[in-house]
């Protein structure tokens, strides 16, 4: 105790770790150790650090490497782009080149635009195809149907009392036609347009509704219910051009 008090005093500037490493043998060997544990950590450190750093350099490898696979992939994509807005361009143009052809015939060497395709009648807003076949060739209200389908087109929606004059009118009394397949039928119970509607003017079709009935026009009598297999000749339509 007193020898330790001495060495006290004597350095009285020095710290007490450093002093901890002027003591007797087993102390010394506890500061050796401790050297030897500080130099081994750093070297593990250090190793650790150099492992994490390879790693590093590996991963920031990876990622260039990726970063260009997706720039590879971005200008595949964009020039997939370019390719589809160039066939979407060369298939309004084609569209545009059939429109102009159906609607702007040529005449000589004059194109003249007309508001129906050659071969429909206009009238107000619509184009009007009177399929006036003869006995082999009508439809039952379905087929007929199905033909103004294939013509881009429907059966003859009627709106108003005007175009039902107009439809009055053009239902043509010829011989073996009885009347004209109009877009209206007896579906649950209800007079219903093809396009969704009901028929909204009860007077304008005689008798209560039948499933299985449809409408034809006939000339100066108005619409008649008939059986939808009858066959007959057909009134289409479709929207006009407004030039
Ligand atoms: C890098 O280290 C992480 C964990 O720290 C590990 O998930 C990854 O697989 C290592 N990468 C390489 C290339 O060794
Ligand atoms: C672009 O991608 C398509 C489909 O993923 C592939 O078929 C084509 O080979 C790729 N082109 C290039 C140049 O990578
Ligand atoms: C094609 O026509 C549509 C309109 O029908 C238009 O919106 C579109 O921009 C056109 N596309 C090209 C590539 O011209
Ligand atoms: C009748 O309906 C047609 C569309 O089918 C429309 O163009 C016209 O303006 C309407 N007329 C009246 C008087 O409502
Ligand atoms: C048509 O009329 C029927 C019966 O009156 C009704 O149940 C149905 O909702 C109507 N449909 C439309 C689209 O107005
Ligand atoms: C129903 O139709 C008849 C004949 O076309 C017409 O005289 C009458 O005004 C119409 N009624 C309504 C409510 O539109
Ligand atoms: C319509 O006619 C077909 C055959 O011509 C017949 O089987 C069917 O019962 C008729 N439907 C109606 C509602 O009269």
Do not use: H
Request: charged share 25%.
């Amino acid at each position: 105790m007193k020898v330790e008090n001495k060495a006290s005093q004597q350095t009285p500037d020095s710290n007490d770790k450093k002093s901890s490493c002027n003591k007797s043998f087993p102390s010394l060997a506890t500061c050796w150790g401790i050297l030897i544990l500080i130099m081994v950590l750093r070297i593990y450190i250090s190793t650790v650090s150099e492992k994490q750093i390879t790693n590093l350099t590996a991963e920031t490898q990876m990622l260039r490497k990726k970063n260009e696979e997706l720039e590879t992939e971005k200008k595949n994509l964009t020039e997939q782009i370019q390719q589809m807005m160039t066939s979407w361009n060369d298939f309004n143009v084609s569209r545009a080149q059939w429109s102009i052809d159906a609607y702007c015939p040529k005449d000589k060497n004059n194109r003249r635009c007309n508001v129906c395709q050659a071969g429909w009648l206009p009238f107000q807003s619509g184009c009007y195809g009177i399929n006036d076949a003869g006995r082999p060739e009508q439809k039952t209200w379905e087929g007929a149907r199905e033909d103004c389908i294939g013509k881009i087109s429907d059966l003859a929606v009627v709106n108003n009392e005007t175009e039902k004059s107009y439809i009055s009118d053009k239902s043509w009394n010829i011989q073996g036609i009885k009347g004209y397949w109009i877009g209206l039928r007896v579906e649950g119970g209800n007079w219903k347009w093809v396009d969704g509607r009901n028929l909204t003017n009860s007077t304008w079709i005689p008798g209560s509704p039948t499933d299985g009935q449809c409408a034809i026009s006939v000339q100066n009598q108005g619409f008649k219910s008939v059986n939808c297999s009858e066959k007959n000749a057909w009134i289409c339509k479709k929207k006009a051009l407004t030039l």
